[in-house]
């Protein structure tokens, strides 16, 4: 039974490909490369480059590799810029979920991990957000994951296919040096990227209602979240069931300055950041619990902050020059 990771040459997806190879669990890629490299993938793992939005192109790797079910990473993932190019995130995570849908009950291929977003719930106003916190998007990325999980319920009543959809906030770390976060938008790469110019990072805002003034957001490390994607599809091939939605959150949450302070031991750059005016819109703290997870998923926060920051910059030292920019 061959499982097909869609985005499986980006940064979360790679992990998730290590992580089933690791299972020996058959898998296959299917990926543009508009932002992952053909290197993430290992060479035993056939790499179909491509897009989701080419029917045949999809129809014809499932066939091909015997694909028995999916699990869907690929889309385009920049919530700030999505609201500048809403059609072209909608046409990326949309109209590709309706082709991979249809591909998937022509081939048969009957079980599907849906890489979602805790961006679909907003910016709700309770201290730790759970499965049952309304859904509120509030960027046109937000909205179409939302949508796609919309898609994967209703083709679920229509054909049978068994599904579950994991919400995460921020993906940091590394599992490999050979594999980075190559996001122009993300906080890890960009700090670094500003630490290795000689310019010194920013914080927005330090008079936050929390304990040291700045934004508290949920961080998880990225192999901690793939391996959460191979129980899900191990559970789905044994045929169990599995809730339709799983938050992948830390439960506590880190602090902006926690992790800048975390950044300079780390990396041995001695700065301290500016600090500037509140961006609008940005909460004090958005925590999402991990409970179901935990139960189903053997979902847990094996990392530290420390672990995170010291995988992130040891795989962008290896990159050196090869790092996308």
């Known amino acids: 039974m061959t499982w097909l990771v869609t985005g499986g040459a980006g940064y979360i997806g790679s992990h998730v490909v290590r992580a089933l190879t690791a299972a020996d669990m058959p898998v296959v890629v299917i990926d543009d490369l508009s932002t992952g490299l053909a290197r993430f993938v290992p060479d035993s793992v056939p790499l179909v480059r491509g897009s989701l939005l080419d029917?045949?192109?999809?129809?014809?790797?499932?066939?091909?590799?015997?694909?028995?079910?999916?699990?869907?990473v690929a889309g385009f993932k920049y919530a700030g810029v999505s609201v500048q190019r809403p059609l072209h995130t909608y046409?990326?995570?949309v109209s590709a979920m309706v082709t991979l849908l249809q591909a998937m009950e022509a081939a048969?291929?009957?079980?599907?991990?849906?890489?979602?977003?805790?961006?679909?719930?907003?910016?709700?106003?309770?201290?730790?957000?759970?499965?049952?916190?309304?859904?509120?998007?509030?960027?046109?990325?937000?909205v179409s994951k939302l949508i796609g999980e919309?898609?994967?319920?209703?083709?679920?009543?229509?054909?049978?296919?068994?599904?579950?959809?994991?919400?995460?906030?921020?993906?940091?770390?590394?599992?490999?040096?050979?594999?980075?976060d190559v996001s122009p938008h993300n906080l890890f790469p960009v700090v670094f990227d500003?630490?290795?110019?000689?310019?010194?990072?920013?914080?927005?805002?330090?008079?936050?209602?929390?304990?040291?003034?700045?934004?508290?957001r949920d961080y998880v490390h990225v192999a901690d979240l793939a391996l959460a994607h191979v129980a899900a599809a191990r559970r789905l091939d044994a045929g169990e069931s599995l809730?339709?939605?799983?938050?992948?959150?830390?439960?506590?949450?880190?602090?902006?300055?926690?992790?800048?302070t975390t950044i300079r031991d780390v990396t041995g750059f001695d700065?301290?950041?500016?600090?500037?005016?509140?961006?609008?819109?940005?909460?004090?703290?958005?925590?999402?619990?991990?409970?179901?997870?935990?139960?189903?998923?053997?979902?847990?926060?094996?990392?530290?902050?420390?672990?995170?920051?010291?995988?992130?910059?040891?795989?962008?030292?290896?990159?050196?020059?090869?790092?996308?920019?």
């Open 150 to 180: 919309w898609m994967i319920r209703d083709a679920a009543r229509a054909s049978g296919l068994r599904h579950t959809s994991l919400r995460y906030f921020n993906v940091v770390g590394s599992g490999s040096a050979e594999l980075f």
């Open 55 to 72: 029917a045949r192109l999809v129809a014809e790797t499932l066939t091909e590799h015997r694909v028995s079910g999916v699990i869907h």
């Open 194 to 216: 500003m630490l290795c110019r000689g310019e010194t990072p920013r914080i927005n805002g330090a008079d936050y209602a929390t304990p040291d003034g700045t934004c508290v």
């Open 108 to 142: 048969g291929a009957d079980k599907l991990v849906f890489s979602s977003s805790a961006a679909t719930y907003g910016t709700p106003d309770v201290d730790l957000v759970t499965e049952q916190t309304p859904t509120a998007p509030e960027s046109p990325y937000g």
């Open 91 to 93: 046409e990326q995570n």
């Open 271 to 325: 700065f301290e950041p500016h600090i500037g005016p509140r961006r609008p819109g940005d909460p004090a703290r958005i925590v999402a619990a991990g409970h179901l997870a935990a139960r189903d998923l053997d979902w847990k926060m094996r990392h530290t902050l420390e672990d995170m920051v010291r995988s992130a910059w040891a795989a962008r030292r290896q990159a050196g020059d090869a790092y996308p920019r």
């Open 243 to 260: 809730e339709p939605v799983y938050n992948l959150g830390s439960g506590s949450g880190t602090s902006v300055r926690e992790i800048m």
